[in-house]
Protein backbone atom coordinates (compact mmCIF):
# COMPACT_ATOMS: atom_id res chain seq x y z
CA UNK A 1 0.00 0.00 0.00
CA UNK A 2 1.31 3.69 -0.34
CA UNK A 3 2.73 5.18 2.42
CA UNK A 4 0.91 8.63 4.16
CA UNK A 5 2.86 11.37 3.12
CA UNK A 6 2.73 13.35 5.85
CA UNK A 7 2.93 10.57 8.24
CA UNK A 8 6.33 9.77 6.78
CA UNK A 9 8.01 13.45 7.21
CA UNK A 10 7.68 12.32 10.74
CA UNK A 11 9.69 9.46 11.02
CA UNK A 12 13.52 8.40 11.22
CA UNK A 13 15.16 10.09 14.34
CA UNK A 14 15.13 6.51 16.68
CA UNK A 15 15.70 4.39 13.94
CA UNK A 16 18.81 6.55 12.20
CA UNK A 17 19.98 8.44 14.64
CA UNK A 18 23.18 6.87 16.08
CA UNK A 19 25.65 7.94 18.87
CA UNK A 20 28.97 7.22 18.81
CA UNK A 21 29.44 3.25 19.70
CA UNK A 22 31.14 2.33 23.41
CA UNK A 23 33.48 -0.23 23.52
CA UNK A 24 36.12 -1.69 26.61
CA UNK A 25 39.78 -2.39 25.59
CA UNK A 26 40.77 -4.59 28.42
CA UNK A 27 45.15 -5.50 28.46
CA UNK A 28 47.67 -6.72 30.91
CA UNK A 29 50.61 -4.22 30.18
CA UNK A 30 50.17 -0.45 31.14
CA UNK A 31 52.85 0.82 29.36
CA UNK A 32 54.63 -1.48 27.78
CA UNK A 33 56.69 0.13 25.41
CA UNK A 34 56.94 -2.79 22.45
CA UNK A 35 52.60 -3.28 22.03
CA UNK A 36 52.33 -0.81 19.27
CA UNK A 37 49.50 -2.78 18.18
CA UNK A 38 47.85 -2.23 21.10
CA UNK A 39 48.32 1.14 20.99
CA UNK A 40 46.73 1.30 17.62
CA UNK A 41 43.53 -0.40 19.24
CA UNK A 42 43.24 2.31 21.13
CA UNK A 43 43.82 5.09 19.58
CA UNK A 44 42.69 4.67 16.21
CA UNK A 45 38.95 2.54 16.21
CA UNK A 46 36.13 4.66 15.14
CA UNK A 47 34.82 4.47 18.89
CA UNK A 48 34.69 5.92 22.85
CA UNK A 49 37.66 3.27 23.92
CA UNK A 50 37.36 2.56 27.46
CA UNK A 51 41.01 0.76 28.52
CA UNK A 52 41.18 -1.18 31.47
CA UNK A 53 44.88 -2.82 32.12
CA UNK A 54 45.72 -5.33 35.00
CA UNK A 55 45.78 -2.34 37.85
CA UNK A 56 42.64 -0.87 36.89
CA UNK A 57 40.07 -0.63 39.90
CA UNK A 58 37.01 -2.31 38.28
CA UNK A 59 39.18 -5.31 37.24
CA UNK A 60 39.69 -6.15 40.80
CA UNK A 61 36.11 -7.03 41.54
CA UNK A 62 34.07 -9.09 38.85
CA UNK A 63 30.41 -7.99 39.99
CA UNK A 64 32.08 -4.01 40.11
CA UNK A 65 33.45 -4.50 36.70
CA UNK A 66 29.93 -5.43 35.11
CA UNK A 67 28.27 -2.96 36.31
CA UNK A 68 31.07 -0.57 35.45
CA UNK A 69 30.74 -1.63 31.67
CA UNK A 70 26.58 -1.16 32.01
CA UNK A 71 27.24 2.12 33.56
CA UNK A 72 29.00 3.44 30.82
CA UNK A 73 26.88 1.21 28.33
CA UNK A 74 29.78 -0.38 26.70
CA UNK A 75 28.42 -2.61 23.79
CA UNK A 76 31.60 -4.62 22.98
CA UNK A 77 34.71 -5.68 24.69
CA UNK A 78 38.07 -6.18 23.52
CA UNK A 79 40.51 -8.77 25.03
CA UNK A 80 44.37 -8.31 24.42
CA UNK A 81 45.34 -11.52 24.65
CA UNK A 82 43.78 -15.10 25.80
CA UNK A 83 44.30 -15.16 29.15
CA UNK A 84 42.63 -12.04 29.65
CA UNK A 85 39.48 -13.01 27.19
CA UNK A 86 39.52 -16.30 29.83
CA UNK A 87 39.48 -13.84 33.14
CA UNK A 88 36.61 -11.72 31.30
CA UNK A 89 34.71 -14.50 29.75
CA UNK A 90 32.14 -14.85 32.49
CA UNK A 91 31.09 -11.00 33.36
CA UNK A 92 30.69 -10.53 29.35
CA UNK A 93 28.51 -13.35 29.71
CA UNK A 94 26.59 -12.05 32.61
CA UNK A 95 26.92 -8.10 31.54
CA UNK A 96 25.05 -9.37 27.89
CA UNK A 97 28.10 -8.26 25.87
CA UNK A 98 30.39 -9.68 22.98
CA UNK A 99 33.58 -10.77 24.01
CA UNK A 100 35.97 -10.33 21.01
CA UNK A 101 39.54 -11.89 21.75
CA UNK A 102 42.66 -11.03 20.09
CA UNK A 103 45.43 -13.56 20.64
CA UNK A 104 49.10 -12.28 19.98
CA UNK A 105 51.28 -15.45 19.50
CA UNK A 106 52.71 -16.36 23.03
CA UNK A 107 49.28 -16.00 24.78
CA UNK A 108 48.36 -19.53 23.28
CA UNK A 109 51.61 -21.09 22.63
CA UNK A 110 54.04 -21.18 25.95
CA UNK A 111 53.10 -24.17 27.40
CA UNK A 112 52.82 -23.48 30.92
CA UNK A 113 50.40 -21.21 29.89
CA UNK A 114 48.32 -23.65 28.39
CA UNK A 115 48.55 -26.19 31.23
CA UNK A 116 46.89 -22.92 33.40
CA UNK A 117 44.12 -22.53 31.11
CA UNK A 118 43.47 -25.49 30.61
CA UNK A 119 39.62 -26.28 29.26
CA UNK A 120 39.02 -22.71 29.51
CA UNK A 121 40.52 -22.00 26.44
CA UNK A 122 37.90 -24.24 24.70
CA UNK A 123 35.42 -22.52 26.94
CA UNK A 124 36.21 -19.52 25.93
CA UNK A 125 36.92 -20.48 22.09
CA UNK A 126 33.13 -21.60 22.31
CA UNK A 127 31.87 -18.31 23.86
CA UNK A 128 33.85 -15.52 22.48
CA UNK A 129 32.37 -13.18 19.80
CA UNK A 130 34.99 -13.84 17.38
CA UNK A 131 38.85 -15.01 17.91
CA UNK A 132 41.69 -12.65 16.20
CA UNK A 133 44.16 -14.03 15.39
CA UNK A 134 47.42 -11.90 13.78
CA UNK A 135 49.02 -14.29 10.87
CA UNK A 136 47.45 -17.91 9.33
CA UNK A 137 50.44 -19.31 11.09
CA UNK A 138 48.55 -18.57 14.53
CA UNK A 139 44.95 -19.27 13.20
CA UNK A 140 46.42 -22.54 12.43
CA UNK A 141 47.55 -23.24 15.75
CA UNK A 142 44.36 -22.02 17.65
CA UNK A 143 42.51 -24.31 14.97
CA UNK A 144 44.44 -27.22 16.36
CA UNK A 145 43.83 -26.28 19.76
CA UNK A 146 40.11 -26.69 18.73
CA UNK A 147 38.42 -23.48 18.35
CA UNK A 148 36.00 -23.18 15.73
CA UNK A 149 36.51 -22.51 12.48
CA UNK A 150 34.24 -20.32 11.39
CA UNK A 151 35.20 -17.83 14.35
CA UNK A 152 38.72 -17.77 14.05
CA UNK A 153 39.26 -14.61 11.85
CA UNK A 154 43.13 -13.84 10.64
CA UNK A 155 43.80 -9.70 10.39
CA UNK A 156 47.30 -8.84 10.55
CA UNK A 157 48.78 -6.12 12.50
CA UNK A 158 49.37 -2.83 10.43
CA UNK A 159 51.84 0.37 10.79
CA UNK A 160 51.48 3.94 9.65
CA UNK A 161 52.97 3.83 5.95
CA UNK A 162 53.12 7.96 6.19
CA UNK A 163 55.36 7.49 9.13
CA UNK A 164 57.72 4.60 8.45
CA UNK A 165 58.86 5.27 4.67
CA UNK A 166 61.40 7.10 2.59
CA UNK A 167 64.05 4.46 3.77
CA UNK A 168 67.10 4.28 0.50
CA UNK A 169 68.92 1.84 0.58
CA UNK A 170 71.17 2.27 -2.34
CA UNK A 171 72.50 5.35 -0.95
CA UNK A 172 72.85 4.50 2.79
CA UNK A 173 75.80 3.19 4.61
CA UNK A 174 76.29 -0.01 5.58
CA UNK A 175 74.36 0.04 8.68
CA UNK A 176 72.13 -2.66 9.82
CA UNK A 177 69.39 -2.12 12.30
CA UNK A 178 67.94 -4.15 14.91
CA UNK A 179 64.68 -2.70 16.92
CA UNK A 180 63.30 -5.53 19.12
CA UNK A 181 62.66 -6.35 23.03
CA UNK A 182 65.76 -7.99 24.12
CA UNK A 183 64.63 -11.08 25.16
CA UNK A 184 65.18 -15.15 24.41
CA UNK A 185 62.47 -15.06 21.43
CA UNK A 186 64.33 -12.40 19.69
CA UNK A 187 67.54 -13.94 20.16
CA UNK A 188 69.28 -10.66 19.83
CA UNK A 189 73.23 -13.11 20.69
CA UNK A 190 72.75 -14.51 17.30
CA UNK A 191 72.52 -11.56 15.48
CA UNK A 192 75.31 -10.20 16.78
CA UNK A 193 76.99 -13.58 16.12
CA UNK A 194 76.05 -13.07 12.07
CA UNK A 195 77.24 -9.61 12.65
CA UNK A 196 81.05 -10.40 14.04
CA UNK A 197 81.41 -12.19 10.27
CA UNK A 198 79.85 -9.64 8.55
CA UNK A 199 82.22 -7.53 10.15
CA UNK A 200 85.30 -9.61 8.90
CA UNK A 201 84.85 -9.49 5.58
CA UNK A 202 83.15 -5.75 5.60
CA UNK A 203 84.81 -3.72 8.51
CA UNK A 204 82.91 -0.34 7.73
CA UNK A 205 79.34 -2.04 8.61
CA UNK A 206 77.77 -0.77 11.53
CA UNK A 207 74.92 -1.85 13.57
CA UNK A 208 72.01 -0.15 15.70
CA UNK A 209 70.31 -1.80 18.04
CA UNK A 210 67.41 -0.22 19.99
CA UNK A 211 65.16 -1.54 22.55
CA UNK A 212 65.82 -3.06 26.14
CA UNK A 213 65.48 -6.12 28.10
CA UNK A 214 66.50 -8.61 29.85
CA UNK A 215 69.50 -9.47 27.40
CA UNK A 216 70.70 -6.40 27.24
CA UNK A 217 73.40 -6.99 29.53
CA UNK A 218 74.28 -10.50 27.71
CA UNK A 219 74.48 -8.73 24.70
CA UNK A 220 76.48 -6.07 25.99
CA UNK A 221 79.39 -8.63 27.24
CA UNK A 222 78.90 -10.56 24.52
CA UNK A 223 79.58 -7.17 22.25
CA UNK A 224 83.13 -6.72 24.88
CA UNK A 225 84.19 -10.29 24.43
CA UNK A 226 84.02 -10.02 20.51
CA UNK A 227 85.43 -6.90 20.55
CA UNK A 228 82.35 -5.03 18.38
CA UNK A 229 82.02 -1.85 20.70
CA UNK A 230 83.13 0.50 18.30
CA UNK A 231 81.16 -1.13 15.69
CA UNK A 232 77.37 -2.11 17.44
CA UNK A 233 75.41 1.06 19.30
CA UNK A 234 72.82 -0.30 21.56
CA UNK A 235 70.62 3.23 21.92
CA UNK A 236 67.37 2.02 24.30
CA UNK A 237 64.01 2.94 23.72
CA UNK A 238 62.98 4.92 20.73
CA UNK A 239 59.25 5.89 19.85
CA UNK A 240 57.85 5.02 16.53
CA UNK A 241 58.79 8.23 15.04
CA UNK A 242 62.69 8.04 15.98
CA UNK A 243 62.86 4.65 15.02
CA UNK A 244 61.44 5.57 11.75
CA UNK A 245 64.05 7.97 11.47
CA UNK A 246 66.58 5.63 12.22
CA UNK A 247 65.38 3.39 9.54
CA UNK A 248 65.71 6.23 6.82
CA UNK A 249 69.09 5.87 7.42
CA UNK A 250 69.68 1.94 7.32
CA UNK A 251 70.55 -0.35 4.58
CA UNK A 252 68.88 -3.30 6.06
CA UNK A 253 66.90 -4.53 8.97
CA UNK A 254 67.51 -7.55 10.78
CA UNK A 255 66.42 -10.05 13.46
CA UNK A 256 67.44 -13.69 14.10
CA UNK A 257 63.78 -15.14 15.74
CA UNK A 258 64.01 -18.66 17.14
CA UNK A 259 61.34 -20.75 18.71
CA UNK A 260 61.72 -20.82 22.71
CA UNK A 261 61.94 -24.36 24.43
CA UNK A 262 58.80 -23.54 25.93
CA UNK A 263 57.02 -23.44 22.68
CA UNK A 264 56.73 -19.74 21.98
CA UNK A 265 57.58 -18.40 18.68
CA UNK A 266 57.38 -15.22 16.73
CA UNK A 267 53.94 -14.66 15.84
CA UNK A 268 54.15 -12.34 13.22
CA UNK A 269 56.02 -8.97 14.47
CA UNK A 270 55.47 -5.68 13.85
CA UNK A 271 58.73 -4.64 13.38
CA UNK A 272 59.38 -6.44 10.15
CA UNK A 273 56.01 -5.12 8.97
CA UNK A 274 57.86 -1.43 9.98
CA UNK A 275 60.93 -1.65 7.93
CA UNK A 276 59.32 -2.86 4.88
CA UNK A 277 56.79 0.05 5.29
CA UNK A 278 60.13 2.09 5.24
CA UNK A 279 61.46 0.31 2.23
CA UNK A 280 64.24 -1.81 4.26
CA UNK A 281 65.06 -5.46 2.96
CA UNK A 282 64.98 -7.75 5.93
CA UNK A 283 67.20 -10.23 6.87
CA UNK A 284 65.45 -12.79 9.22
CA UNK A 285 64.48 -16.54 9.81
CA UNK A 286 61.57 -18.59 9.05
CA UNK A 287 59.99 -18.77 12.51
CA UNK A 288 56.14 -18.43 13.15
CA UNK A 289 54.64 -16.18 11.08
CA UNK A 290 57.44 -14.11 9.90
CA UNK A 291 57.02 -15.70 6.40
CA UNK A 292 54.16 -14.14 5.81
CA UNK A 293 55.53 -10.72 5.93
CA UNK A 294 59.11 -10.98 4.58
CA UNK A 295 59.04 -13.32 0.83
CA UNK A 296 62.32 -14.56 0.72
CA UNK A 297 64.33 -13.51 -2.18
CA UNK A 298 61.72 -10.89 -3.39
CA UNK A 299 61.08 -8.30 -0.25
CA UNK A 300 64.56 -9.86 1.72
CA UNK A 301 66.04 -13.17 3.20
CA UNK A 302 64.68 -16.00 5.53
CA UNK A 303 67.24 -18.49 6.65
CA UNK A 304 66.58 -21.22 8.95
CA UNK A 305 66.92 -20.96 12.95
CA UNK A 306 70.23 -20.81 14.65
CA UNK A 307 71.70 -20.64 11.14
CA UNK A 308 73.86 -17.75 11.73
CA UNK A 309 76.59 -18.24 8.81
CA UNK A 310 73.26 -17.83 6.13
CA UNK A 311 72.64 -14.87 8.04
CA UNK A 312 75.65 -13.41 7.64
CA UNK A 313 75.81 -14.15 4.23
CA UNK A 314 72.81 -12.49 3.32
CA UNK A 315 73.87 -9.84 5.01
CA UNK A 316 77.19 -9.59 3.14
CA UNK A 317 75.00 -9.75 -0.13
CA UNK A 318 73.62 -6.49 1.26
CA UNK A 319 76.54 -4.77 2.07
CA UNK A 320 78.25 -5.35 -1.50
CA UNK A 321 74.74 -5.35 -3.24
CA UNK A 322 73.41 -1.87 -2.19
CA UNK A 323 71.19 -1.88 -5.52
CA UNK A 324 69.35 -5.41 -4.84
CA UNK A 325 69.09 -3.78 -1.23
CA UNK A 326 66.88 -0.83 -2.77
CA UNK A 327 65.20 -3.52 -5.27
CA UNK A 328 64.22 -5.77 -2.38
CA UNK A 329 63.41 -2.73 0.16
CA UNK A 330 61.20 -1.55 -3.05
CA UNK A 331 59.48 -4.40 -3.35
CA UNK A 332 58.73 -4.74 0.64
CA UNK A 333 57.14 -1.09 0.73
CA UNK A 334 54.60 -2.25 -1.91
CA UNK A 335 53.76 -5.13 -0.10
CA UNK A 336 53.00 -3.89 3.14
CA UNK A 337 50.99 -0.71 1.79
CA UNK A 338 49.00 -3.46 0.18
CA UNK A 339 48.70 -5.58 2.46
CA UNK A 340 49.67 -4.31 6.14
CA UNK A 341 48.70 -0.52 6.60
CA UNK A 342 47.02 0.72 9.71
CA UNK A 343 43.89 1.67 8.21
CA UNK A 344 43.65 -2.04 6.88
CA UNK A 345 43.85 -3.38 10.19
CA UNK A 346 41.75 -1.30 11.79
CA UNK A 347 38.84 -1.33 9.35
CA UNK A 348 39.03 -5.05 9.32
CA UNK A 349 38.92 -5.21 13.23
CA UNK A 350 36.65 -2.86 13.65
CA UNK A 351 34.15 -4.65 10.93
CA UNK A 352 34.64 -7.65 13.39
CA UNK A 353 33.55 -5.91 16.23
CA UNK A 354 30.76 -4.29 14.38
CA UNK A 355 29.28 -7.50 13.35
CA UNK A 356 30.24 -9.26 16.87
CA UNK A 357 27.64 -6.11 18.25
CA UNK A 358 25.26 -6.15 15.39
CA UNK A 359 24.99 -10.27 16.53
CA UNK A 360 25.02 -9.99 20.07
CA UNK A 361 22.35 -7.41 19.82
CA UNK A 362 20.09 -9.18 17.41
CA UNK A 363 20.58 -12.20 20.15
CA UNK A 364 19.30 -10.58 22.79
CA UNK A 365 16.12 -9.05 21.16
CA UNK A 366 15.29 -12.62 19.98
CA UNK A 367 15.61 -13.89 23.49
CA UNK A 368 14.09 -10.69 25.06
CA UNK A 369 11.06 -10.08 22.90
CA UNK A 370 10.91 -13.77 21.58
CA UNK A 371 10.71 -12.60 17.85
CA UNK A 372 9.93 -14.35 15.62
CA UNK A 373 9.55 -14.80 11.39
CA UNK A 374 6.93 -12.27 11.34
CA UNK A 375 7.03 -9.04 14.16
CA UNK A 376 4.30 -6.59 14.21
CA UNK A 377 5.64 -3.06 15.83
CA UNK A 378 1.90 -1.69 16.84
CA UNK A 379 2.29 2.46 17.81
CA UNK A 380 0.07 3.30 20.86
CA UNK A 381 -1.16 6.82 21.84
CA UNK A 382 -1.22 5.57 25.56
CA UNK A 383 -2.51 9.50 26.91
CA UNK A 384 -6.01 8.80 25.66
CA UNK A 385 -8.73 7.52 28.05
CA UNK A 386 -8.79 3.37 28.71
CA UNK A 387 -12.52 3.10 27.26
CA UNK A 388 -11.18 4.42 23.90
CA UNK A 389 -7.96 2.54 24.08
CA UNK A 390 -8.53 -0.90 25.02
CA UNK A 391 -11.01 -1.83 22.76
CA UNK A 392 -7.88 -1.09 20.05
CA UNK A 393 -5.94 -3.05 21.72
CA UNK A 394 -8.31 -5.91 21.88
CA UNK A 395 -9.30 -5.70 18.28
CA UNK A 396 -6.17 -5.51 16.97
CA UNK A 397 -4.98 -8.66 19.29
CA UNK A 398 -8.22 -10.69 17.99
CA UNK A 399 -7.02 -9.90 14.19
CA UNK A 400 -4.04 -10.89 15.01
CA UNK A 401 -5.17 -13.84 16.63
CA UNK A 402 -7.43 -14.78 13.97
CA UNK A 403 -4.89 -14.79 11.02
CA UNK A 404 -3.10 -18.26 9.77
CA UNK A 405 0.06 -19.70 11.64
CA UNK A 406 -0.40 -17.13 14.78
CA UNK A 407 2.59 -18.95 16.09
CA UNK A 408 5.08 -17.65 13.45
CA UNK A 409 3.91 -13.98 14.62
CA UNK A 410 5.07 -11.45 17.41
CA UNK A 411 3.20 -8.38 18.38
CA UNK A 412 5.67 -5.48 19.99
CA UNK A 413 4.11 -2.66 21.41
CA UNK A 414 5.74 0.65 21.58
CA UNK A 415 5.64 1.26 25.31
CA UNK A 416 8.51 4.40 25.34
CA UNK A 417 5.61 6.98 26.42
CA UNK A 418 4.78 4.46 28.99
CA UNK A 419 6.07 2.50 32.18
CA UNK A 420 6.20 -0.96 31.74
CA UNK A 421 4.22 -1.67 35.00
CA UNK A 422 1.14 0.51 33.31
CA UNK A 423 1.46 -1.43 30.13
CA UNK A 424 1.39 -4.79 31.40
CA UNK A 425 -1.24 -3.86 33.32
CA UNK A 426 -3.40 -2.82 29.99
CA UNK A 427 -2.08 -5.85 27.97
CA UNK A 428 -3.16 -8.13 30.94
CA UNK A 429 -6.67 -6.50 31.18
CA UNK A 430 -7.48 -6.93 27.51
CA UNK A 431 -5.77 -10.23 26.94
CA UNK A 432 -8.01 -11.55 30.10
CA UNK A 433 -11.60 -10.11 28.24
CA UNK A 434 -10.25 -12.01 24.93
CA UNK A 435 -10.13 -14.72 26.93
CA UNK A 436 -13.47 -14.52 28.51
CA UNK A 437 -15.38 -13.34 25.44
CA UNK A 438 -13.29 -15.33 22.54
CA UNK A 439 -13.08 -18.29 21.96
CA UNK A 440 -9.53 -17.92 19.85
CA UNK A 441 -7.16 -21.02 20.02
CA UNK A 442 -4.42 -18.47 17.88
CA UNK A 443 -4.45 -16.31 21.25
CA UNK A 444 -2.66 -19.51 23.24
CA UNK A 445 0.17 -19.22 20.48
CA UNK A 446 0.46 -15.45 20.48
CA UNK A 447 3.35 -13.24 21.72
CA UNK A 448 2.79 -10.17 22.61
CA UNK A 449 5.71 -8.33 24.20
CA UNK A 450 6.18 -4.43 25.16
CA UNK A 451 9.36 -2.99 23.75
CA UNK A 452 10.32 -0.61 26.47
CA UNK A 453 13.09 1.48 26.32
CA UNK A 454 15.52 0.25 23.55
CA UNK A 455 18.52 2.06 22.20
CA UNK A 456 19.23 3.18 18.61
CA UNK A 457 21.54 0.51 17.90
CA UNK A 458 18.61 -2.07 19.21
CA UNK A 459 16.03 0.22 16.84
CA UNK A 460 18.57 -0.22 14.13
CA UNK A 461 18.78 -3.96 14.59
CA UNK A 462 14.91 -4.52 15.53
CA UNK A 463 14.23 -2.35 11.92
CA UNK A 464 15.74 -5.18 10.07
CA UNK A 465 13.54 -7.82 11.33
CA UNK A 466 9.91 -6.05 11.20
CA UNK A 467 7.54 -6.52 8.66
CA UNK A 468 5.32 -3.54 9.38
CA UNK A 469 4.04 -1.09 11.46
CA UNK A 470 0.46 -0.25 12.96
CA UNK A 471 -0.35 3.39 14.24
CA UNK A 472 -3.85 2.49 16.42
CA UNK A 473 -4.30 6.33 15.99
CA UNK A 474 -4.32 8.02 12.91
CA UNK A 475 -2.67 11.72 14.33
CA UNK A 476 0.19 10.30 16.54
CA UNK A 477 2.60 12.49 16.01
CA UNK A 478 5.93 11.16 17.99
CA UNK A 479 6.00 7.95 15.84
CA UNK A 480 9.27 6.97 14.59
CA UNK A 481 9.96 4.53 11.71
CA UNK A 482 12.66 3.29 9.33
CA UNK A 483 11.65 4.36 5.98
CA UNK A 484 12.00 1.10 4.39
CA UNK A 485 9.45 -0.74 6.89
CA UNK A 486 5.63 -0.14 5.54
CA UNK A 487 2.79 0.88 7.98
CA UNK A 488 -0.07 -1.33 7.73
CA UNK A 489 -3.63 -1.37 8.59
CA UNK A 490 -5.76 -3.91 10.26
CA UNK A 491 -7.18 -4.92 6.90
CA UNK A 492 -3.19 -5.20 5.41
CA UNK A 493 -2.71 -8.21 7.98
CA UNK A 494 -4.59 -10.65 5.55
CA UNK A 495 -2.34 -10.55 3.53
CA UNK A 496 1.38 -10.64 5.47
Not at 62 to 80: G, H, P, R, T, Y
Not at 288 to 299: A, L, R
Not at 338 to 353: A, R
Amino acid sequence: MARNTSKQEKINSVFNERKEPVICIVHPNENAYSETFIHAHIERLPARVIVLHRSSPPLQDMSILKQFLWDNQVEAVLAEYAPVGVGLLDVCEEAGLPLIVHTHGGDTQINDVLERMGTRFLELFEKAAAVIAPTIFIQKQLLEMGAPEGKVIVNPYGVNTSLFCDANPATSPPLFLAVSRLVDLKAPPLSILAFKKVIERHPDARLIVVGTGPLLETCKQITRALKLYNYIDFVGIKTPTEVAEIMRTARAFIQHSMTKSDGECEALGVVFVEAGASGLPVVATRSGGIPEVVIDGETGFLVEEADIDAMADCMVRLVEEPELASQLGKAARERICINFSIEKSIENLWQIIEKSIQENTEQQLFKRLELRHINLVVFVDWSQPEDLLLPKIESLIIKIASLPNPLNKTLLLDTRNITEEAANLVLSSVIMKIFLEQNLEGMEKLVIAPLGELSEKEWSVLGNKIRGCILLDENQENNSLPTNIPILTLEDLDKI
